[in-house]
Structure formats: structure tokens, C-alpha cells
């Protein structure tokens, strides 16, 4: 794992292409997964109308972003895909903040190298494995 996330970020920084650039969570219950992500985020998330039940996580206009999304014959899981969420040098806020909110920390902050930073792994409210990434 460490070496495919040290692989992506040094191809991310010598081209422009990124190997992601847009993924959705999905939940069980969109305004509890909403409530719990604001929190999380310290941001008001914005509904959109792009078919089915979808709140657009912050991002910027023509960089990666995603969505949690409430779609028929897609479930939770933590054994899934694991996103990583941009951290932005906000790692340790957003575990502080993890542990006030009750959520469950599988993997605490790690530094991988100090060239790429540190990560961390959490369960969502709807019981996804999602990552944290934080840039040195």
C-alpha cells in the first residue's frame, strides 16, 4: 500500500493527470452521512440535484472532488475502495475532531515518508473505510 500511495504522488506531482479524479461515498442515510462529514469538515456540504440523493464534498472546480450518494444497489462497506480525503495539513484537527464525534480511528496518524506526508483511517458514520492524507 505504501508504496502504491508513494508511487501516485510523485506521478501526481510530475504530471498533470491524476489517477482519481472523482469518487462517491455511499450512504445509508444522507442526512445523517451529511451532519457527520459538515462536522468532519468544519463545511456546510451542498445538496445537487445530479440524479439520486447527492451532497458534493468541498472541493475546487476543476480539481478532484466527490460525493456522498444514496443510490439503489450501492451499499457501505469498509471492505470496499478506501478514498483518501485531502487532510491539508489539517490531520491532526480532523482525528481530534474524529474522536469527538465518537468515530471509530482504525489507523492513527502514520507518517509514510516525509516526502508524502502522513495518513490516518476512519469508519464513517455509514460504515465505510475512508483515508485521511495530509501533505508534509
Known sequence: MLWVLQSA??????????????FEIPVVDLARATSFYEQLLASTLQRTECGGERVLLPHQPGAVGGELTKTDGVSPAAGGVLPYLNANGQLDVLLERLQTMGAQIELPKTEISAEIGSIAIFID???NRIGLHSEP
Do not use: D, K, P
Not at 504522488?9 to 472523482?22: D, E, G, K, P, Q
Open 125 to 127: 458514520s455509514e460504515g
Open 9 to 22: 504522488v510523485t506521478f501526481s506531482r510530475r504530471n498533470t493527470m491524476h489517477a482519481l479524479n472523482w
